[in-house]
């Protein structure tokens, strides 16, 4: 049988690893990753209010691929593969399509999410281009539920 003091300090181990990775996430745990986007259309340092891959934009089969790829590497690990959300992060299928939809992943890739000095998401913009987040947007809005 464990002794109490054993079990007290295997509990206050467990405690602190969970910190710890708590600091991890703080850091902000991103490796970048560069995403080729020079195939799409520019879009210089000023974000635009609305995505310009959409449906309509001749490459948005480009943007579109580039966009699926990106996002497994930089956001499937909290919002899960193919977008579908396994608890961690928001299901981001059922962000709101169109134009409301992305003022508010703009927002959100931007400033991340910060609460309490802790981040639970990372402002992406820091790691990835204007370009290769809208062309996640895209794909995105590909597998979108939203009403
Ligand atoms: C370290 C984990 C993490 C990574 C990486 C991450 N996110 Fe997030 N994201 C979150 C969490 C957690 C939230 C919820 C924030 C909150 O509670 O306010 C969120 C919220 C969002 C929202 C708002 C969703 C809603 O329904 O309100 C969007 C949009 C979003 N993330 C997009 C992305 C994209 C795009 C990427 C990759 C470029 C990404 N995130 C990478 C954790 C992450």
Same mark, same amino acid.
């Given at each position: /049988? ?6 007290l300090s295997i509990v206050t181990a467990g405690a602190l690893s969970m910190l710890m990775s708590v600091q991890v996430l703080a850091h902000g745990d991103v490796t ?6 020079? +195939? ?10 609305? #995505?310009?891959? !959409?449906?309509?934009?001749?490459? *948005? =089969? ?6 699926? $790829?990106?996002?497994?590497? #930089?956001?499937?690990r909290c *919002? @899960?593969?193919?977008?579908? $959300? @396994? @608890?961690i992060a ?10 409301? @939809? =992305?003022?508010?992943?703009?927002? !959100?890739?931007? #400033?991340?999410a910060v609460r309490d000095g802790r981040v639970y998401m990372p402002? /992406? ?15 995105? +809005? ?6």
């Open positions: /049988m464990i002794k109490p003091t054993k079990t970048p990753q560069s995403i080729d986007t020079t +195939e799409l259309m520019q879009l210089g340092d000023e974000w635009l209010e609305e #995505n310009p891959y !959409r449906e309509d934009y001749e490459k *948005h =089969d480009v943007a579109v691929a580039i966009g699926s $790829s990106a996002y497994t590497q #930089n956001c499937a *919002h @899960g593969l193919e977008a579908i $959300s @396994g @608890g928001p299901d981001l299928r059922y962000l709101e399509d169109g134009i409301d @939809g =992305d003022e508010w992943y703009s927002y !959100r890739v931007q #400033n991340g402002k /992406m913009s820091e790691h990835l281009s204007q370009e290769a987040l809208w062309a996640i947007r895209a794909w995105l +809005e590909t597998v979108s539920v939203a009403e």
